[in-house]
């Protein structure tokens, strides 16, 4: 199983990015998805979690500006971001609880899996 976030680029402030991460491998079921980010000499920050539902919660920085979603179907988490900020520059991680298929009769072990991360850069 591996997360693999795409979508990071160069914005200019105020400019909009649609981040993904879609999980690959055998797997059960994914719980929460979530997005993290890290800014340079910064510790790793929650940016937004989605459950299974689509039950979600946001950082208050980002809040009105971020919009985190998924694709079930598709076993991959978005995050829409728009009116970016330079304050938004750092690598984002997206993270998921998923519970691998190892075969028939296996048991249900729901593990944490993080992505390699994404940078994007917000110019001002």
């Known amino acids: 199983v591996q997360l693999q976030a795409s979508g990071g680029g160069l914005v200019q402030a105020g400019g909009s990015l649609r981040l993904s991460c879609a999980a690959s491998?055998?797997?059960?079921?994914?719980?929460?998805m979530a997005w993290y980010r890290q800014a340079p000499g910064e510790e790793r920050e929650l940016v937004a979690t989605?459950?299974?539902?689509?039950?979600?919660n946001y950082a208050n920085s980002v809040t009105g500006r971020f919009t985190i979603s998924r694709d079930n179907a598709k076993n991959t988490v978005y995050l829409q971001m728009s009116s970016l900020k330079p304050e938004d520059t750092a690598t984002y991680y997206c993270?998921?609880?998923?519970?691998?298929?190892?075969?028939?009769?296996?048991?249900?072990?729901?593990?944490?899996?993080w992505g390699r991360g994404t940078l994007v850069t917000v110019s001002s």
């Open positions: 989605i459950t299974s539902g689509g039950s979600t």
């Open positions: 993270n998921a609880m998923i519970a691998p298929y190892y075969g028939p009769g296996s048991k249900y072990r729901p593990s944490e899996y």
């Open positions: 491998g055998s797997i059960f079921s994914i719980n929460d």
